[in-house]
C-alpha cells in the first residue's frame, strides 16, 4: 500500500489495512480487517486487535507494569526510527545540524501542528510539558503587585513551585485549592467558580487536564470560559492528556498550554510542545536567552541550547504509530483497562477509588488508596506489597489534600489479564488488612 494513502487512512481502517515496508523500514503485523467496521467501544475490547498491537512493544517479563505514567514505551518502529536517526545524527555531526536539520524539521512542525489544529507559529518544541510550562508561567507578564495565582493540590509539583516564585517576582500572593473527594462534574466546576468568586484577585489560573497523581480529568473548556468571565487566564497543563485521550486545542479553547509528547504520543523521551494562541503572543515575554525586535515569534519563549536532534526527528515516526492505532481506539483501549479493576473494586468499601466512574472525569489513569491510609509511607507499603507478592509494579503519589495514594497507568501492551490480576492482588491486600 502506498505510504502516503496510509497517512490519509484514519483510526481501525488504517490499523485494519495491514502493510508492510515503511519510510521507517519496519513492519506491522496483519490486523482482522473486521476491525475496520467495528465501532470504537468494541474495538476496546478486541484481543485479537490489541494483541496484534501490543507485539510493538518489547517489554520486560518480569513485573506487570501499571507505572506507564512517568514516560510512554516507544513502540518498536519509534524506537528503531529513533536509533536510526541517532546514527545519522552522530555520524554527520555538525555538517548535519548546521545544513539539514532545519529544513527536515519544519515537515514534521508542521504535521504536528496540523494534527494539534493549531497554526505553525503557535507550537514551539520543548523537551516535554514542564519546561513548555515553566516557560509560560515564568513568562506570563501581566501579573502585577497586589494579583494572585491560583492552582490545586492536583497539579504538577514543580510548576506549583513555578507559580508560586512567580508570585514572590511580582508581589502576587498564591491562592490554593483542594479538589473535593469524592468529586463530581458539578461539584468540580462549583469548586472553581467559589474559588474565583472569594479570590477576586486572582489574574492567572493553573489547570491540570489529567492530573499525575490520581487521574482525575477536568473540564478544561468550561473552566477557561468560567476563567475568563472573572478576566483570569489560564495556563493548561496537557502533560497526561494529549494522546491518552483525543482532542485537538480548540477542544481545549485554552490560549497557554504545555504538552508532553513522549508520554502518550509515544516519541523518544525529550520531546514537548508549547502551545501560545497568536494573539496572546505578546503576553508571553521571551526566554531571558531572547532579545527579539518587538513581539517577536513562539521561538523566542523556549531557549534549550543543544537538544537531542534525533528525538525530535522521531516525532514523525511516533505520530505514524499514534495514527496507525487510531486515537480514538487507543482511548478507548486505556479506559477500558482502567474500569476492569477500578469499577471493580469501587464496590469494596474499604477501598478509595479517586477518580469518579463519570466518563467525562477520567480517562486511563486512576488512583486509589485504602480507606484510612494516607501517609506516604501507607502507600509506598502498599505499592511494596503489590510488587514483591504479586509482581504489579505501580507508585505511591503524594501532595494531594485527602492523603497520598497509589497511581495505576495502563498502557497499550497491557492485557484484561493483568487487571484481573491486579483485582486479586488488592483483594489479597484488603484480606491482609
Wanted: proline share 3%.
Amino acid at each position: 500500500m502506498n505510504f502516503t494513502r496510509r497517512l490519509v487512512m484514519k483510526g481501525a481502517a488504517f490499523v485494519a489495512a495491514s502493510f508492510t515496508a515503511t519510510e521507517t523500514g519496519c513492519a506491522t503485523a496483519p490486523i482482522a480487517a473486521s476491525a475496520a467496521k467495528q465501532a470504537v467501544e468494541d474495538i476496546a475490547t478486541d484481543e485479537t486487535y490489541w494483541r496484534a498491537i501490543a507485539k510493538h512493544y518489547d517489554v520486560i517479563p518480569d513485573v506487570v507494569n501499571f507505572e506507564n505514567g512517568y514516560w510512554g514505551l516507544m513502540a518498536k518502529p519509534v524506537m528503531e526510527a529513533f536509533f536510526r536517526s541517532t546514527e545519522k545524527v552522530n555520524r554527520s555531526n555538525s555538517w548535519y545540524a548546521r545544513r539539514e536539520y532545519f529544513s527536515d524539521m519544519q515537515p514534521i512542525h508542521q504535521r504536528l501542528a496540523d494534527f494539534l489544529g493549531a497554526g505553525a507559529d503557535e507550537i514551539v518544541f520543548t523537551r516535554g510539558a514542564t519546561e513548555a510550562l515553566q516557560g509560560l508561567v515564568s513568562g506570563y507578564n501581566r501579573l502585577k503587585s497586589g494579583d494572585a495565582v491560583m492552582y490545586s493540590d492536583l497539579d504538577y509539583d514543580s510548576i506549583q513551585t513555578a507559580m508560586d516564585t512567580k508570585a514572590e517576582q511580582t508581589g502576587a500572593s498564591v491562592v490554593r485549592i483542594k479538589i473535593p473527594e469524592p468529586v463530581t462534574y458539578d461539584s468540580l466546576l462549583e469548586t472553581y467558580r467559589q474559588a474565583l468568586v472569594s479570590n477576586p484577585q486572582v489574574r492567572l489560573l493553573l489547570l491540570t487536564h489529567i492530573s499525575h497523581r490520581t487521574g482525575l480529568k477536568i473540564p478544561i473548556r468550561e473552566i477557561v470560559e468560567m476563567a475568563r468571565g472573572f478576566d483570569v487566564d489560564c495556563i493548561v497543563d496537557a502533560a497526561h492528556s494529549w494522546g491518552q485521550t483525543n482532542f485537538r486545542i480548540e477542544d481545549l479553547g485554552a490560549d497557554f498550554v504545555g504538552f508532553n509528547l513522549h508520554k502518550w504520543i509515544g516519541a523518544p523521551i525529550g520531546a514537548g510542545l508549547m502551545y501560545i494562541r497568536l494573539e496572546r503572543l505578546a503576553d508571553i515575554s521571551p526566554n531571558m536567552s531572547e532579545r527579539p525586535e518587538g513581539v517577536g515569534a513562539i521561538f523566542n519563549r523556549v531557549h534549550t541550547g543543544t537538544t537531542n536532534f534525533a528525538t525530535f526527528l522521531t516525532v514523525k515516526d511516533a505520530l505514524d504509530f499514534h495514527e496507525l492505532v487510531g486515537p480514538e481506539n487507543k482511548a478507548a483501549r486505556l479506559v477500558y483497562l482502567r474500569n476492569l479493576w477500578a469499577e471493580e473494586m469501587r464496590g469494596d468499601d474499604r477501598i478509595e477509588i479517586l477518580t469518579p466512574d463519570d466518563a467525562r472525569l477520567h480517562a486511563g489513569i486512576t488512583s486509589f488508596r485504602v480507606k484510612g491510609k494516607t501517609s506516604v509511607e501507607d502507600n509506598k507499603g502498599v505499592a511494596k506489597f503489590l510488587l514483591e507478592k504479586h509482581g504489579i509494579f505501580t507508585i505511591h503519589r503524594s501532595g494531594l489534600a485527602g492523603g497520598a495514594c497509589v497511581r495505576v497507568t495502563p498502557s497499550l501492551y497491557n492485557t484484561p489479564d493483568d487487571c484481573i490480576q491486579l483485582v486479586g492482588a488488592l483483594h489479597s491486600l484488603l484480606a491482609d488488612i
